[in-house]
Protein backbone atom coordinates (compact mmCIF):
# COMPACT_ATOMS: atom_id res chain seq x y z
CA UNK A 1 0.00 0.00 0.00
CA UNK A 2 2.00 2.45 -1.43
CA UNK A 3 -0.13 5.21 -0.44
CA UNK A 4 -1.66 4.39 2.33
CA UNK A 5 -2.88 7.13 4.64
CA UNK A 6 -1.82 10.12 2.20
CA UNK A 7 -3.80 12.49 0.07
CA UNK A 8 -3.97 12.53 -3.46
CA UNK A 9 -5.74 15.43 -6.22
CA UNK A 10 -6.08 14.53 -9.31
CA UNK A 11 -7.46 17.03 -11.91
CA UNK A 12 -9.21 15.65 -15.30
CA UNK A 13 -10.61 13.28 -13.20
CA UNK A 14 -13.82 12.58 -14.75
CA UNK A 15 -12.55 9.93 -17.13
CA UNK A 16 -9.38 8.36 -19.29
CA UNK A 17 -6.57 8.87 -17.90
CA UNK A 18 -7.50 10.75 -14.53
CA UNK A 19 -10.13 8.24 -13.52
CA UNK A 20 -7.89 5.37 -14.07
CA UNK A 21 -5.26 6.92 -11.92
CA UNK A 22 -7.97 7.86 -9.29
CA UNK A 23 -8.32 4.42 -9.00
CA UNK A 24 -4.98 3.21 -8.64
CA UNK A 25 -3.79 5.68 -5.90
CA UNK A 26 -6.82 4.33 -4.31
CA UNK A 27 -6.60 0.75 -4.50
CA UNK A 28 -3.12 1.61 -2.93
CA UNK A 29 -4.91 3.28 0.33
CA UNK A 30 -5.00 7.09 -1.06
CA UNK A 31 -7.69 9.29 -0.27
CA UNK A 32 -8.45 10.91 -3.83
CA UNK A 33 -9.83 13.88 -4.09
CA UNK A 34 -11.68 14.28 -8.09
CA UNK A 35 -11.17 17.16 -9.83
CA UNK A 36 -13.20 18.16 -13.03
CA UNK A 37 -15.71 20.36 -14.35
CA UNK A 38 -18.62 17.73 -14.29
CA UNK A 39 -19.44 16.81 -10.82
CA UNK A 40 -22.13 14.27 -12.79
CA UNK A 41 -18.89 12.23 -13.87
CA UNK A 42 -17.22 12.92 -10.66
CA UNK A 43 -19.54 11.46 -8.62
CA UNK A 44 -20.22 8.30 -10.74
CA UNK A 45 -16.12 7.78 -10.32
CA UNK A 46 -16.03 8.53 -6.92
CA UNK A 47 -19.04 6.02 -5.92
CA UNK A 48 -17.30 3.39 -8.07
CA UNK A 49 -14.04 3.68 -6.11
CA UNK A 50 -15.92 4.25 -2.24
CA UNK A 51 -17.53 0.75 -2.96
CA UNK A 52 -14.44 -0.90 -4.43
CA UNK A 53 -12.20 0.13 -1.13
CA UNK A 54 -15.21 -0.14 0.60
CA UNK A 55 -14.62 3.01 2.42
CA UNK A 56 -15.41 6.51 1.80
CA UNK A 57 -11.77 7.54 -0.25
CA UNK A 58 -13.38 9.72 -3.08
CA UNK A 59 -14.41 13.69 -2.95
CA UNK A 60 -15.52 15.09 -6.24
CA UNK A 61 -14.83 18.57 -6.09
CA UNK A 62 -15.83 20.37 -9.32
CA UNK A 63 -13.71 23.17 -10.68
CA UNK A 64 -12.28 24.67 -14.10
CA UNK A 65 -9.02 24.33 -13.57
CA UNK A 66 -8.27 27.08 -15.88
CA UNK A 67 -9.60 29.55 -13.67
CA UNK A 68 -7.85 31.05 -10.69
CA UNK A 69 -10.92 31.19 -8.77
CA UNK A 70 -11.59 28.09 -8.87
CA UNK A 71 -8.30 26.62 -8.04
CA UNK A 72 -8.35 29.53 -5.24
CA UNK A 73 -11.45 27.61 -3.52
CA UNK A 74 -9.55 24.16 -4.32
CA UNK A 75 -6.52 24.51 -2.70
CA UNK A 76 -8.57 26.07 0.32
CA UNK A 77 -11.03 22.83 0.38
CA UNK A 78 -7.72 20.95 0.25
CA UNK A 79 -6.46 22.67 3.29
CA UNK A 80 -9.15 22.78 5.33
CA UNK A 81 -11.24 20.02 4.82
CA UNK A 82 -8.60 17.17 4.52
CA UNK A 83 -5.53 18.91 6.04
CA UNK A 84 -2.51 17.98 3.73
CA UNK A 85 -1.48 17.11 0.71
CA UNK A 86 1.43 14.42 -0.52
CA UNK A 87 0.69 13.71 -4.38
CA UNK A 88 -0.90 16.04 -7.18
CA UNK A 89 -1.10 14.34 -10.82
CA UNK A 90 -2.14 17.28 -12.98
CA UNK A 91 -4.33 15.43 -15.97
CA UNK A 92 -6.84 18.12 -17.28
CA UNK A 93 -6.33 18.44 -21.12
CA UNK A 94 -7.95 18.55 -24.60
CA UNK A 95 -7.77 19.59 -28.22
CA UNK A 96 -9.18 20.40 -30.89
CA UNK A 97 -7.84 20.07 -34.62
CA UNK A 98 -6.68 22.62 -36.86
CA UNK A 99 -3.74 23.79 -39.14
CA UNK A 100 -1.69 26.76 -37.68
CA UNK A 101 -2.62 28.83 -40.22
CA UNK A 102 -6.38 28.00 -39.63
CA UNK A 103 -6.34 28.36 -36.19
CA UNK A 104 -7.97 30.91 -34.47
CA UNK A 105 -6.96 32.76 -31.46
CA UNK A 106 -9.87 31.51 -29.28
CA UNK A 107 -8.32 27.69 -30.09
CA UNK A 108 -4.96 28.50 -29.51
CA UNK A 109 -6.10 30.17 -26.34
CA UNK A 110 -8.29 27.00 -24.94
CA UNK A 111 -5.82 24.28 -25.89
CA UNK A 112 -3.31 26.65 -24.38
CA UNK A 113 -5.77 27.10 -21.11
CA UNK A 114 -6.74 23.49 -20.83
CA UNK A 115 -3.35 22.16 -21.37
CA UNK A 116 -0.35 24.16 -20.14
CA UNK A 117 -1.68 27.24 -17.83
CA UNK A 118 -4.12 24.99 -15.77
CA UNK A 119 -0.92 23.21 -14.49
CA UNK A 120 0.95 26.64 -13.49
CA UNK A 121 -1.99 27.38 -11.43
CA UNK A 122 -2.63 24.41 -9.97
CA UNK A 123 0.39 23.50 -9.07
CA UNK A 124 1.56 27.36 -8.12
CA UNK A 125 -1.84 26.93 -5.47
CA UNK A 126 -1.63 23.58 -4.62
CA UNK A 127 1.79 23.58 -4.49
CA UNK A 128 1.92 26.17 -1.57
CA UNK A 129 -0.26 23.55 0.48
CA UNK A 130 2.45 20.93 -0.21
CA UNK A 131 5.08 23.66 1.12
CA UNK A 132 3.54 23.86 3.81
CA UNK A 133 3.95 20.81 5.68
CA UNK A 134 7.69 19.11 4.36
CA UNK A 135 8.52 16.45 6.64
CA UNK A 136 9.44 12.87 6.49
CA UNK A 137 6.60 12.03 4.00
CA UNK A 138 7.33 11.48 0.50
CA UNK A 139 5.55 14.28 -1.45
CA UNK A 140 5.28 14.51 -5.53
CA UNK A 141 3.45 16.44 -8.39
CA UNK A 142 3.29 14.11 -11.41
CA UNK A 143 2.25 16.19 -14.54
CA UNK A 144 0.63 14.42 -17.51
CA UNK A 145 2.22 15.45 -21.11
CA UNK A 146 2.35 13.82 -24.22
CA UNK A 147 4.17 12.25 -26.94
CA UNK A 148 3.01 15.25 -28.87
CA UNK A 149 5.03 16.95 -26.88
CA UNK A 150 8.55 15.34 -28.49
CA UNK A 151 7.25 14.83 -31.68
CA UNK A 152 4.64 17.50 -33.35
CA UNK A 153 1.63 16.47 -34.69
CA UNK A 154 -0.26 17.31 -37.26
CA UNK A 155 -2.68 19.78 -37.11
CA UNK A 156 -2.53 19.88 -33.40
CA UNK A 157 0.02 22.77 -33.40
CA UNK A 158 -1.19 24.30 -30.05
CA UNK A 159 -1.64 20.49 -28.47
CA UNK A 160 2.03 20.20 -29.19
CA UNK A 161 3.22 23.35 -27.90
CA UNK A 162 1.53 22.79 -24.50
CA UNK A 163 2.49 19.74 -23.68
CA UNK A 164 6.26 20.74 -24.71
CA UNK A 165 5.73 23.08 -21.92
CA UNK A 166 4.10 21.02 -19.94
CA UNK A 167 7.80 18.67 -19.93
CA UNK A 168 9.60 21.71 -19.43
CA UNK A 169 7.29 23.68 -16.75
CA UNK A 170 7.90 20.43 -14.70
CA UNK A 171 11.56 20.65 -14.80
CA UNK A 172 11.61 24.21 -13.40
CA UNK A 173 8.98 23.49 -11.00
CA UNK A 174 11.38 20.58 -10.23
CA UNK A 175 14.28 23.31 -9.11
CA UNK A 176 12.18 25.28 -7.46
CA UNK A 177 10.39 22.82 -5.16
CA UNK A 178 13.95 20.36 -4.33
CA UNK A 179 14.92 22.11 -1.61
CA UNK A 180 11.25 21.66 -0.02
CA UNK A 181 11.57 18.22 -1.00
CA UNK A 182 8.45 18.02 -3.36
CA UNK A 183 9.67 16.00 -6.25
CA UNK A 184 8.12 16.90 -9.57
CA UNK A 185 7.78 14.76 -12.97
CA UNK A 186 5.85 14.34 -16.02
CA UNK A 187 4.46 11.18 -17.97
CA UNK A 188 3.99 11.70 -22.14
CA UNK A 189 1.45 9.29 -23.29
CA UNK A 190 1.35 7.95 -26.21
CA UNK A 191 -1.97 7.02 -28.64
CA UNK A 192 -4.39 5.68 -25.73
CA UNK A 193 -7.90 4.74 -25.61
CA UNK A 194 -9.89 7.67 -24.05
CA UNK A 195 -12.94 10.12 -24.73
CA UNK A 196 -10.45 12.30 -26.37
CA UNK A 197 -9.36 9.80 -29.02
CA UNK A 198 -12.91 7.64 -28.92
CA UNK A 199 -13.40 9.35 -32.38
CA UNK A 200 -10.20 8.49 -34.23
CA UNK A 201 -10.65 4.42 -32.52
CA UNK A 202 -13.86 4.55 -34.46
CA UNK A 203 -11.99 4.80 -37.53
CA UNK A 204 -10.68 1.56 -38.78
CA UNK A 205 -7.93 2.63 -41.15
CA UNK A 206 -6.74 5.10 -38.40
CA UNK A 207 -6.35 2.02 -35.80
CA UNK A 208 -4.97 0.09 -38.33
CA UNK A 209 -2.36 3.22 -38.97
CA UNK A 210 -1.57 3.56 -35.04
CA UNK A 211 -0.69 0.25 -35.09
CA UNK A 212 1.67 0.31 -37.54
CA UNK A 213 3.59 3.61 -35.88
CA UNK A 214 3.73 1.37 -32.97
CA UNK A 215 6.64 -0.73 -31.42
CA UNK A 216 4.16 -2.49 -29.98
CA UNK A 217 1.47 -2.81 -32.40
CA UNK A 218 -1.25 -1.61 -30.35
CA UNK A 219 -3.35 1.46 -28.61
CA UNK A 220 -2.43 1.82 -25.14
CA UNK A 221 -4.86 1.55 -21.98
CA UNK A 222 -5.48 4.49 -19.13
CA UNK A 223 -4.66 1.82 -16.53
CA UNK A 224 -0.88 1.10 -18.01
CA UNK A 225 -0.29 5.19 -17.75
CA UNK A 226 -1.83 5.31 -14.38
CA UNK A 227 0.60 3.03 -13.05
CA UNK A 228 3.76 4.64 -14.48
CA UNK A 229 1.79 8.15 -12.58
CA UNK A 230 1.50 6.27 -9.63
CA UNK A 231 5.24 4.87 -9.47
CA UNK A 232 6.83 8.66 -10.46
CA UNK A 233 4.14 9.97 -7.30
CA UNK A 234 5.66 7.09 -4.73
CA UNK A 235 8.48 6.66 -3.09
CA UNK A 236 9.57 3.81 -5.82
CA UNK A 237 11.08 6.86 -7.52
CA UNK A 238 12.08 8.97 -4.28
CA UNK A 239 15.13 10.10 -6.11
CA UNK A 240 13.77 11.18 -9.36
CA UNK A 241 12.47 14.51 -10.44
CA UNK A 242 13.02 16.81 -13.37
CA UNK A 243 12.18 13.48 -15.14
CA UNK A 244 9.69 13.23 -18.27
CA UNK A 245 8.59 9.23 -18.86
CA UNK A 246 7.65 8.45 -22.13
CA UNK A 247 4.63 5.57 -22.23
CA UNK A 248 4.25 5.50 -25.84
CA UNK A 249 4.35 1.87 -27.04
CA UNK A 250 8.06 2.60 -28.86
CA UNK A 251 6.03 5.11 -30.95
CA UNK A 252 9.61 7.07 -31.16
CA UNK A 253 11.85 4.57 -32.01
CA UNK A 254 10.31 3.17 -34.53
Known amino acids: MRFQSK ?9 GIGE ?23 EKVAAAINE ?8 PFSA ?20 D ?16 FETTLEQ ?4 QDVNLKSVFLVSKLLGEVMKERVDA ?33 SRALALELAPSGVRVNSVSPGFVETPLTEKGLENESFVKAIERNTALN ?28 LIDGGWLIK
Open 52 to 59: NCSNEVAF
Open 108 to 111: WDYV
Open 7 to 15: IAVITGAGS
Open 20 to 42: ATAHKLASEGAKVILVGRSLEKL
Open 137 to 169: QSRAIVNVASLSGHKAGAQIPHYSSAKAGVINF
Open 218 to 245: RVGRPEEIASVIAFAASEDASYMTGSDL
Open 85 to 100: LHVLVNNAGGSVKSQI
Open 64 to 83: DVTKEGDVINLASYVRETHG
